[in-house]
């Protein structure tokens, strides 16, 4: 009898899911752990094609999701995939959920990768600093646990965060990265506005020149709550600390679009798991204007004595 209450219970809280789904056409359950996606394939590896693709006995290719490695760290890459999985028997791993976003642009399979001894392949590469963490709109699968590897990483400048070309940006120094993968962290947001059907989360007062980001309207869905119907707030963000990934444009100022939830990491919540990690430099407006400040006292202290300085004006 509590059998038959509990598939009752089950049956009706699944509808009431699908239900709530189907209100949110572009809805995909995530999944955060490889014990919640599907396998679809077990093989040997047989050759690392790229820097991001395996190919597996019988000329079955996958690239490697949610990662990106840098051209400077490509051959030591290829080495350590080499020796992690050359001959070994690996399991292929898909979310089979989600509608879309089982293949890349040029048509290659993404999955993520796990070793018969269950070690995860992507994870080992983020954690021994030959990747950081990237992903698109479609592919947002096991992003966060791979965060946690990169935070590891970077604290440690193990890899390519040992590299200041690939440190964590500050707001005021972005704009020398137009047209490059960044992550920006800075100080808190200081206001968003809305025109042009886009939201705008503003890092500093001046938006023609600060650096932005920018939620499209399109995109705006991938933030609400699907399950309770309830639209994001992103005014809800002014005042906090974040860390967002992505290509940097110039639209008035360096620029992020961001397309998903997951390029956009709060500082000091769950969301982040930590502190802040950069200091920032001063805002050189603010340096500007402290300088500009102490040149008129001591104007007007010389202008009081006559045109001298005094000692200790200074």
Known sequence: MKKSIHSILFLALALLLCAHRSAFAGYDPLQSSLSEMDIIDVGIVTEISKVDQIRLDKD?????????????????????????????????????????????????????????????????????????????????????????????????????????????????????????????????????????????????????????????????????????????KFNSLVNRVVRVRGWVDSLEGPMIEVTHPEQLEIVGTDNALDPKEIELPPDPRAVAKQENRKRRLQEKEMRRNGGVMLPGSQ
């Open 60 to 232: 079955r290719y996958y690239t490697l999701d949610n990662v990106r490695i840098p051209i400077q760290v490509s051959k030591a890459e290829i080495a350590y995939l080499n020796e992690m999985l050359l001959g070994k028997k690996v399991a292929i791993y898909v979310n089979k959920k989600k509608k879309k976003g089982f293949t890349d642009r040029y048509g290659n399979k993404l999955a993520h990768v796990e070793r018969d001894d269950a070690t995860w392949v992507q994870g080992a590469l983020v954690k021994g600093g030959f990747a950081y963490v990237s992903s698109g709109e479609l592919n947002r699968d096991m992003v966060m646990p791979l965060y946690r590897y990169e935070r590891v990483a970077r604290r440690a400048k193990i890899g390519i965060w040992s590299n200041p070309l690939f440190k964590v940006r500050s707001p005021f120094e972005v704009h020398k990265d137009i047209n490059s993968f960044q992550i920006v962290e800075g100080k808190p947001i200081e206001r968003t506005t809305d025109r042009d059907n886009t939201i705008f989360l503003h890092f500093d007062r001046d938006h023609n020149k600060d650096f932005t980001v920018a939620i499209r309207e399109g995109s705006r869905q991938a933030f609400d709550d699907p399950v309770n119907g309830e639209n994001f």
